[in-house]
């Protein structure tokens, strides 16, 4: 049975089955999905390249209403992908032609925040999947903006 509460924002909500002695998750779930965006957007909200975007569209309260329906949109994005689950039916490039001016070294700072923070929260293999997965995206954002 499912306990998870699919509106429990909390960063530190886990099910320690999941885990390994390391503290990394040795699979997949819905539930350290959501640790790894709240964990990986704490890290953003607080980053000087990548930061300001986000601050500019969303504030800098990741509890406020903006926040929270990007927070589970983007939830539900990684997990379509992890389980082929649409779950995401959204237009995942058109939010980001209106962030500005974003350049190379903006892409490579989110994708560096990501790495890091899956590095926390999955173990090697799971966590080299989803990097593989975000460099793919990362690269056609930089394509169909036109940035070299």
Excluded: C
Aim: net charge negative.
């Amino acid at each position: 049975m499912d306990t998870s509460n699919e509106s429990d924002l909390s960063p530190f909500y886990a099910p320690h089955q999941n885990y390994g002695a390391n503290m990394q998750a040795q699979e997949i779930t819905k539930e350290n999905i959501r640790i790894l965006i709240m964990t990986f957007y704490a890290k953003i909200i607080k980053d000087d390249i990548v930061g300001p975007f986000f601050i500019a569209k969303l504030g800098d309260d990741m509890s406020n209403e903006r926040w929270v329906t990007h927070l589970e949109i983007i939830i539900g994005f990684w997990s379509s992908l992890a389980f082929g689950k649409p779950k995401y039916n959204g237009n995942l490039f058109l939010p980001h032609t209106k962030l500005g001016t974003l350049k190379r070294e903006t892409f490579e700072q989110w994708l560096k925040l990501f790495a890091e923070t899956l590095d926390e929260v999955y173990v090697d293999d799971i966590a080299k999947r989803f990097k593989e997965r975000s460099t793919l995206i990362a690269r056609n954002f930089m394509q169909n903006l036109m940035i070299t």
